[in-house]
């Protein structure tokens, strides 16, 4: 448990970003997925929210084979500080991922912790879905 990670936005495959790719080697692709949450789009990259309908936000899923290290560089990526979330741009929570073939995993996943703004809700929870409409 805990050995999987979520992405919904700039860190899945297609944009191929420089902290990704210092993780890619330790991870394996397990499908897409979906988690029960809002997205918002805050310009250069988006924003999962929880939700308490029943919004999703769909992504990638990894198993990874050395969660420790993948999760202090997602850590650094995402603005997230452990001893103090409070503070942190983002929080690293476990959620549930209902894969496309209807598994469900644990995965550590990215919420937004800090005010949305005016930012636009994306309705369909897809970025890469979103983009392609822009």
């Known amino acids: 448990m805990g050995d999987h990670v979520f992405f919904y936005g700039t860190l899945m495959a297609p944009f191929n970003r420089p902290g990704r790719q210092r993780i890619t080697p330790k991870l394996t692709f397990k499908g897409r997925g979906r988690i ?3 997205l918002f789009d805050l310009g250069i990259y988006p924003a999962a929210v929880p939700a308490e309908d029943n919004s999703t ?5 990894y198993e990874t ?4 290290s993948v999760l202090e560089a997602l ?3 995402e603005g ?3 001893h103090e979330p409070e503070r942190s741009l983002y929080t690293r929570v476990l959620a549930d991922v209902t894969l496309e073939d209807g598994r469900v995993e644990k995965a550590w996943t990215y919420f937004y912790n800090a005010p949305l703004g ?10 890469l879905e979103h983009l392609s409409h822009r």
């Open 36 to 38: 029960r949450a809002a």
């Open 57 to 61: 936000v769909w992504g990638e899923t």
């Open 65 to 68: 084979s050395d969660t420790a």
């Open 75 to 77: 850590d650094e990526i």
């Open 80 to 82: 997230y500080r452990p």
């Open 118 to 127: 005016r930012a636009q809700r994306i309705a369909s929870g897809d970025y």
